[in-house]
């Protein structure tokens, strides 16, 4: 395996293998030797396993870190707190027998570590406190307010520290985050753990009530709908849009269309421009839209999009977001007018 992906990657002009290592202490000497911009490290090897050489190697020497991991609940569980732990980003195994899947598997293996390359290594600080106990939201009226977000790269990790600091009752909010399908259901459950509010993998027809957190599954589009005066959620297994699905310019369309000036978007880490011109058509609609900055972003492709594209109308570090979108539902519940507070960004 590591033979053939050396020749894989080998391919690539922009990218020199300078090593490999069947197991993590060797990993070590080699990673001493040959100083490396990007590892690649697999969840399970022998000697030692993935998470415990990742958190020792964040924590004496910090580096870009792109996980391969095997698409499995199991799998996804471990990828997810290998993620908490410091890792950029994460492939999943191909099926060996099949070697077009291995050429793809590559592919995209070797888009991610130019990726990981550049990435701004963002090491996890212990929250303070535990969640505030979780306060049972009466009824299931619908919410005017609607908050919602999409992130990619990084995105999991990004999404934790604004729910962290949401509190039970705050309102309904709408997640999109490219992910693969069977590693939407453990994050969602991991996000619930991390959360005074709700959090679950949205269903469809599912109504849309404050204190609760609905995240898109795996390989389904997010979108929110009315039912009479009720907010519901919708999935779809249209195309992906910007080779995405769930995509967050799909969840942030139906937003401005449903919710308009009664939402608020925000636009998250990621690699690429998903979400950009769907946090336009929110601005558009009259709803005040934030990006995270590029220096708190591992990868500032989404939200550097939508500022240049106009439809950010704030750039707020990642750990005043959580606070910001609170106060933007607040002035939309009070019909305030969007404030117009404004931060320079840019390359």
Known sequence: M?????????RDGGL?????????????????????????????????????????????????????????????EVTLQAMELGA?????????????????????????????????????????????????????????????????????????????????????????????????????????????MAVCQAEDGQQVVPGHVYIAPGDRHLLLARNGARYVCRLGEGAPENRHRPSVDTLFRSVAQQAGNNAVGALLTGMGEDGARGLLLLRQAGAPTLAQDEASSVVWGMPGTAVRLGGAQEVVPLPEIAARLLSLAAQAANGDPASSRTAAAGR
């Open 88 to 196: 950029v980003d994460f492939v999943t195994k191909p099926k060996l027998d099949v070697a077009q899947g291995m050429t793809a598997y590559a592919d995209e293996l070797a888009a991610k570590i130019r990726m990981a390359a550049g990435a701004r290594i963002r090491q996890r600080q212990p929250a303070e406190a535990a969640p505030p106990p979780r306060r049972r939201i009466g009824g299931f009226s619908t919410t005017e307010r609607i908050i919602a977000i999409g992130a990619s790269t990084g995105g999991t990790e990004a999404i934790r520290e604004v729910l962290e600091q949401m509190p039970a009752d705050a309102p309904a909010i709408l997640i999109a985050q490219h992910i693969p399908a069977l590693f939407s259901r453990p994050f969602s459950e991991r996000m619930n753990r991390h959360s005074a």
């Open 2 to 10: 590591r033979q053939l992906l050396t020749e894989l990657l080998s």
């Open 16 to 76: 020199e293998v300078v090593g490999s290592a069947p197991d993590p202490l060797v990993a070590r000497e080699k990673i001493k030797q040959l100083n490396p911009d990007v590892l690649t490290l697999d969840v399970e090897m022998p000697r030692m396993d993935g998470l415990t050489f990742l958190e020792n190697l964040m924590r004496l020497r910090p580096m870009p870190v792109v996980m391969v991991s095997s698409l499995t609940e199991r799998g996804a």
